[in-house]
């Protein structure tokens, strides 16, 4: 990962970055876009050649906007103007990974700040750097990113400790989260995803980690994951993991949907929807990074994470259309489509929070359905809560980090397609809205935790098709940022 270190004055200066902010009506009218005055004792003359060079190179200072300047024979031999929109958190945030983007080829950078920076302007442009530059390598083919350090000049470097950790933290893990989610299936099984997750909190105080393995599942009644782990050759786990700090008045718990690899079992998908589907944990991974990161930042909130894994796999021990599924806890479903796999497993999951843990609260994340990006696009996930106080605090957090989701109804007129002739529900009606109808069925679990529940499909934003800002083509790791901002609130 990119190294970055706050300096109050340069420390090197090959490539040097100085911010622009936005022309625009906080200035007044057209105010020109102007470089900030910067915390940093520059060269002779580099301040006014770049303010020379904003119109010349026709800068407009829009968030994400980047104009490189070369300078042989002089310090700094590379000059880049990054524009930081009018210079809030996000706008800082896309500047950031524009700047990651921009000075890629370098092994070293150093960015000026305006003297004023705030901590916010600090995170935004720390996690833009972080999260831009992450690339998913499984082998050493190919070429690895040049650059390795990033300073950051600030006028008192002890103001920003505080952000930094968090923004760090933050990158980190969805970094991690990303990785888990690019990973082959040929390689991330059920057992794997739990090895890994044993590595990273192993040796934290006041983390523990329980792994459930066929033979404990079936034991306890965990229906729905054993039904969609039953055709692979790789056995499911349920991973529960629980941050639990002494001084925790709050109990949250995550609940992530973690199916490695989703052929879509008998009911089996065609190439095209299929090509993607090691992407199918990305819920599971998000959960259990953000659990590791509030561990990691110490939050003062107890965080119970549940990553029910499987691999809907398709071989004659494959659960089929129309078996009658008995989730943990008593309730049956009829599973009328081996696809709507995801809610199977979630259904043990949130059903065994509600019963065992009892939590003040249980938010679950899941790339459920196709339909979250045919209602909303590729970057939003479809929010459902009947809590109106905490689906408003959820989104908060969500715009916050930077990430997007979007309230969904949970109409009462769709209920009724749930019903089954020879079951408690039915898992996959074939009319009506897909993305709202998993999350009636989902609500079915929650029980007393009706209303202090939150669910996410996140299947559209969970993956970006190509480099966008702070994403990097492939999984985005989403969720992480937006569970460790909210999780902060709780404390
Ligand atoms: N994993 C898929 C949903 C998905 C689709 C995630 C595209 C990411 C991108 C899920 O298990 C699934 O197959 N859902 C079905 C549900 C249907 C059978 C009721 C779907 O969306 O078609
Ligand atoms: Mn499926
Ligand atoms: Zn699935």
Redesign the pocket.
């Known amino acids: 990962m990119l190294a970055i270190r706050l300096f109050a004055e340069p420390d090197r200066l090959d490539t040097l970055v100085l911010p622009v902010r936005a022309a625009g009506e906080a200035e007044g009218g057209d105010a020109p876009a102007i470089p900030v005055l910067t915390a940093a004792t520059l060269p002779e003359g580099v301040a006014e050649e770049a303010g020379a060079l904003v119109p010349a190179a026709r800068l407009t200072g829009r968030a994400g906007e980047t104009r490189t300047h070369l300078r042989p024979g002089r310090s700094p031999g590379v000059l880049v103007l990054a524009g930081v929109g009018d210079g809030d958190e996000a706008g800082w945030r896309r500047a950031g990974a524009a700047i990651a983007r921009a000075v890629a080829d370098e092994k070293h950078a150093t960015v000026a700040l305006p003297a004023d920076a705030s901590p916010e302007a600090v995170r935004g442009l720390y996690e833009g750097l972080l999260l831009a530059s992450y690339r998913f390598r499984l082998t050493d083919a190919g070429e690895a990113p040049a650059l390795a350090q990033v300073d950051l000049v600030v006028a008192n470097p002890d103001d920003h400790l505080a952000v930094v950790e968090a923004a760090r933290t933050t990158a980190r893990m969805t970094r991690f989260a990303r990785d888990l989610t690019n990973t082959p299936s040929s390689v991330k099984n059920p057992q794997w995803f739990a090895e890994q997750v044993a590595e990273r909190a192993d040796g934290t105080p006041d983390l523990h980690l329980r792994v459930r393995g066929p033979v404990e599942l079936a034991a306890e009644g965990f229906g729905g994951i054993l039904a969609v782990g039953g055709g692979s050759a790789s056995t499911p786990r349920l991973v529960e993991l629980d941050w639990r700090p002494a001084d925790a008045r709050t109990h949250v718990v995550l609940v992530g949907k973690g ?1 490695t690899f ?1 052929t ?1 079992g008998i ?1 089996i ?1 065609p190439v095209p ?1 299929m090509k ?2 090691r ?2 944990m990305g819920g599971a991974a998000a959960v259990v990074a953000a659990t590791l990161g509030a561990a990691a930042l110490r939050l003062p909130v107890r965080v119970t994470t549940l990553a029910p894994l499987a691999e809907n796999a398709v071989s004659g021990s494959a659960f089929r259309p129309g078996d009658v599924i008995r989730h943990y806890g008593g309730i049956t479903s009829e599973t009328t ?1 081996s ?4 809610r199977l497993v979630l259904a043990d999951a949130i059903s065994y929070a509600v019963r065992e843990l009892k939590p003040d609260v249980l938010v679950d994340l899941a ?5 979250n ?1 045919v209602a909303l696009g590729k970057r939003t996930g479809a929010l459902y809560s009947e809590n109106d106080e905490l689906a408003g605090k959820f989104l908060a957090a969500v715009e916050a980090a930077g990430e997007q989701a979007w309230r969904m109804p949970l109409p009462a007129d769709y209920v009724e397609y749930l019903g089954s002739e020879v079951a408690d529900l039915f898992s ?1 009606p074939t009319q009506g809205a ?1 993305s709202v109808l998993a999350a009636l069925y989902l609500r079915e679990f929650t029980d007393d935790l009706r209303d202090r529940w939150v669910h996410v499909d996140m ?1 559209a934003p969970s993956w970006a098709d190509s480099d966008d800002a702070e994403l990097t083509k492939g999984a985005t790791g989403w969720g992480v940022r937006s569970l460790l901002r909210w999780l902060a609130t709780l404390s």
């Open positions: 199916i989703d879509g009911s998908k929807a993607l589907m992407k199918d489509n696809d709507a796999e995801g790339t459920l359905t196709g339909a990006a996959a897909g299947s």
